[in-house]
């Protein structure tokens, strides 16, 4: 028995021969010889005699640095030694302590790379002599920079030595990082072992740009409180090497008017000047002294007062100031012909008032049209009711910017018979002033008459006007004509909503106590029948816009509602204050918080109450009652998912890859989900895509809007007029008009179509809804609050657009801004220079000095920009102050060209 077991035990060293036989001759000879002097070194090392280590370990050290790698593989003598890894750590058990125990310590450091478990490399690293890390090459610096930020995260706040060791490591680490083209792995360190402040001692003239355009596109991806430190420390680098425009973005990013001030103050001269065009466009206005320098100036390009000639002067450029009558955008001649028995020739007021609104969209800030400027009075005739009030607003659109020359226009019909006209034309003056401050305050003399007037419509132009043109100036004196509405008995619930709304859109973003206490204690005072209507809905916007990206802040107000009763508006106040707190900021949790929502399913026969139930058996009997029942019941119930759909998109569309998954995630909502979301979808695809007509969503919406649920249809034909806004583009004008045939006898529907191709060939296509400017990284409140003002009145579509409210779609107004890009030289006098424009290329982290755009086209200023696109000086002859190119750039004379 105990000779066979010694002759299996003969067999099995041969077989092991023979593989290490076959392994060797897969070697080359270098390769054996390597392999050999490596083990030869492990074998001294195993040996009693100490004097050998130190020669061993020299010799090791140098082959393993003599190696090079590929990309792929591990270098040789890494490879040959993980066989002796564990000998090696037993050898280093051994040892005495001493110079020649710390240089083994680094051996076995370098060697841990290629063994995945345990943090052996730094621990070794650790114990080691501390010799310079570079030498031991960049991808084991990769390897113990991703170790010290496992470790901190493990470590206890107590563990403070162990903390201060890893600090020192890193703070060896960085500086290498930085000298090696790595900066984005530096800051990523320094970011998970949270002392990102330590940063600005390492950056240098070179390598700021690239820190601060990494720090700044990972904002969208980091959690709060860390998006704000990220924001924080980009700035304080761009101020300490006076990129003062760069610094100012981030302060606006982070919303902090005193470090707006700071920043604006910092600098002077021209560059002045060009941050006032900065905040101009972000709708910031900052109060000067009168003894700075310019101070008038510079008040002037803040209060955008020059927005009205500037775009003017584009559109003679472009040679569009010809006016547009509707049927030059409904093109019905080339709609497929229709039988001509019973062609409509009557003139209704829905046709009317869908071709004012068009009128007022295409003309929009273009000062002349063929409806109103000429006589209005003739058409405004045609229309009915509220229908005269929406007309005589569009006069607002047409004059829109234009505060010094408008005003006079729509002075005359402020002495009109009709209420409905004098409303309109209140409205009118509120548009015009719509993001242009005037210091003689005209919208507030001629509107603050007729907050308290007796008449509700009265009401309700002059509360929606100041609204809109005091929208982001969180003026106390315009507030403190508005709030006392909202406890007048005199209002009915839609003056309230109007009310709370124009609160809400003036203080946006500005955490603003009296808005929300008055707006708060209006919803505990209202009867349940009040709040049930649909009106009430616009209360609660008006409270959540007070808070608009303010993210945690709104906490004190979402438990505060907790105290309202009502439902749906309960859920739907929790949700929308919530959203709108972290609109733009792409916040994950938040976005899985509300897909949760929109899973729910509301079954009304669940309902708690004994006699609903009963309700439920007789429901059974009489089908059609139980539909109509049902649906109403149901929506009562789950209005509030129809605000966590927007929300989704609303938090979301800050960047493109969120917004992408966002389109994903509607595409199940609308197979799967309830009528109440399926209805908010095309909503949502619009915000996450304003005046940016994507294909694949123009597909997605020209489906739903032959849908059999009317209000899908209708929301879905109104967001493809949002998303194609301004575009003029060809498809989706195409498919308008394919519309405009089916949905040819139904009213409702066509007032739809019309709308969006009012809304596609806005400002004869050189304007933008797009909220985001400055290189899509700003995100302007203003615009937000108007976009989302429009899509959850569209939430309940029939009884507000498609009733008598469709003055709300003014709202709309505080979105638009031209898309274009005018050059000044230092006189600020127009200068036409040649610029290349092309599609955005994202290059952050990339080495050397990579192209920012692709494909581009060489123009000269003034040029328009579609969505996404970038423009670049074409020549080196002028230097501009701001780095995006966009809006408002001026441009200094570069002392170094040679022509």
């Known amino acids: 028995m105990a000779d066979t077991k010694k002759q299996e035990a003969d067999k099995e060293p041969k077989k092991d021969d023979k593989k290490t036989e076959e392994k060797d001759q897969e070697l080359s000879d270098e390769d054996r010889q390597l392999q050999e002097e490596l083990n030869m070194c492990v074998q001294r090392l195993t040996e009693p005699d100490q004097k050998l280590y130190k020669p061993a370990l020299e ?42 125990k710390k240089f083994c310590s680094d051996i076995i450091s370098v060697l841990g790379m290629t063994m995945s478990e345990g943090r052996d490399s730094l621990a070794y690293r650790l114990s080691g002599s501390k010799e310079e890390l570079g030498s031991w090459g960049h991808e084991y610096v990769r390897h113990l920079s991703g170790q010290i930020s496992a470790e901190w995260q493990d470590l206890e706040e107590k ?23 790595a900066e984005a792995e530096a800051c990523d360190l320094l970011m998970e072992i949270e002392k990102l402040d330590l940063l600005h001692q390492y950056v240098d003239e070179t390598a700021f740009p690239r820190v601060c355009l990494y720090l700044t596109s990972c904002v969208a991806y980091v959690p709060d409180p860390e998006n704000t430190t990220l ?16 610094a100012l973005k981030c302060a606006m990013q982070l919303n902090d008017l005193g470090l707006i001030t700071e920043i604006f103050k ?90 004012s609104f068009v009128n007022g ?46 005003l006079t226009q729509i002075d005359k019909y402020l002495y009109s018979s009709e209420d409905y006209i004098k409303s309109g034309a209140l409205l009118a003056c509120g548009i015009v002033n719509s993001g242009v401050k005037n210091e003689c305050d005209p919208a507030l003399a001629l509107l603050s008459d007729y907050v308290q007037h007796n008449s509700n419509i009265m009401r309700l132009g002059s509360i929606v006007g100041l609204g809109l043109a005091y929208a982001g100036s969180n003026r106390e004196d315009v507030l403190g004509l508005i709030l006392p509405v909202l406890g007048d008995s005199k209002s009915n ?7 709370g709304l124009a609160c809400g859109m003036i203080a946006v973003g500005t955490c603003n106590g009296d808005v929300t206490s008055t707006i708060l204690q209006t919803i505990m005072e209202k009867s349940e029948a009040d709040l049930k209507d649909t009106f009430s809905r616009f209360l609660i916007l008006g409270l959540a816009l007070t808070y608009l990206g303010k993210q945690d802040s709104a906490d004190t107000v979402i438990a505060a509602l907790q105290v309202v009763q009502v439902e749906p508006l309960k859920s739907m106040a929790n949700i929308l204050v919530d959203i709108c707190a972290y609109a733009g900021t792409g916040n994950v949790l938040k976005v899985q918080n509300l897909l949760h929502i929109c899973s729910e399913h509301f079954d009304t026969g669940k309902d708690q109450d004994n006699n609903e139930k009963k309700e439920d058996k007789n429901k ?27 929300g989704i998109a609303l938090i979301a569309m800050g960047e493109d890859i969120g917004a992408e998954m966002c389109h994903r995630s509607f595409g199940h909502l609308l197979r799967y989900g309830e009528p109440v979301i399926r209805r908010a979808v095309p909503l949502a695809l619009a915000l996450i895509s304003a005046s940016n007509p994507k294909l694949q969503i123009l597909d997605t919406l020209s489906k739903f809007s032959h849908d059999q649920d009317p209000e899908v249809s209708y929301n879905s034909i109104l967001a ?14 195409a498919m308008l008009r394919q519309l405009a045939v089916y949905h040819a006898k139904d009213s409702n529907s066509l007032f739809m179509v019309r709308l969006a191709q009012g809304l596609t060939h806005m400002g004869k296509g050189t304007l933008t809804l797009c909220p985001y400017h400055h290189d899509r990284t700003l995100l302007s409140p203003v615009a937000v609050a108007g976009l989302m003002t429009v899509l959850v009145a569209c939430l309940d579509v029939k009884n507000v657009i498609l009733g008598k409210s469709h003055y709300i779609l003014f709202h709309l107004v505080s979105a638009m801004q031209p898309r274009m890009l005018v050059t000044f030289d230092e006189e600020l006098r127009p200068t036409p220079v040649s610029v290349r424009v092309g599609q955005a290329v994202d290059v952050v982290g990339q080495a050397g000095k990579p192209k920012t755009i692709t494909g581009f086209q060489t123009h000269t200023t003034p040029v328009l920009l579609a969505y996404g696109e970038r423009a670049e000086l074409a020549t080196e002859e002028y230097i501009s102050l701001t780095p995006v190119l966009e809006g408002f750039a001026i441009l200094r004379k570069n002392p170094d060209y040679e022509s």
């Open 59 to 100: 010799s090791l050290r140098s082959l393993i640095r003599a190696s090079t790698t590929s990309m792929t593989s591990v270098p040789k003598p890494l490879k040959f030694l993980r066989p002796h890894y564990d000998t090696m750590k037993q050898v280093y058990d051994k040892m005495r302590p001493g110079e020649v």
């Open 159 to 181: 563990d403070e030595d162990k903390r201060k060791e890893l600090l020192k490591l890193a703070q060896e680490i960085v500086p290498y990082h930085m000298n090696h083209n």
């Open 231 to 246: 924001l924080k420390t980009a700035l304080e680098i761009f101020r300490r090497f006076k990129k003062y425009p760069e």
């Open 266 to 355: 910092a600098c002077n001269g021209l560059q002045q000047k060009q941050l006032s065009y900065m905040l101009g466009r972000q709708q910031i206005f900052l109060e000067l002294e009168d003894e700075m320098d310019d101070s008038d100036e510079l008040v002037e390009i803040m209060s955008n007062a020059h927005l009205n000639n500037n775009f003017l002067a584009l559109a003679r450029e472009l040679d569009i100031m010809e006016p547009k009558v509707p049927e030059d955008i409904y093109k019905s001649h080339l709609e497929p012909n229709r039988t001509t028995i019973g062609q409509p020739t009557v003139d209704s007021a829905r046709q009317n008032l869908s071709a």
């Open 361 to 406: 969209f295409v003309n929009a800030a273009f000062g002349q049209d063929k409806l109103l400027t000429e006589d209005g009075n003739k058409w405004l005739y045609k229309n009915k009711e509220h229908g005269m009030l929406s007309a005589t607003a569009t006069l607002g659109l047409l004059l829109l910017w234009d505060v010094d020359g408008g």
């Open 493 to 499: 619930m839609e003056v309230v909503g109007m009310a």
């Open 620 to 646: 059974e009997k009489e089908k059609e009652k139980k539909e109509k029942d049902e649906k109403k019941d149901s929506s009562d119930m789950s209005a509030h998912q129809g605000v966590a759909v927007l």
């Open 720 to 733: 493809m007029g949002i998303v194609g806004a301004g575009t003029n583009n060809a498809r989706l004008a």
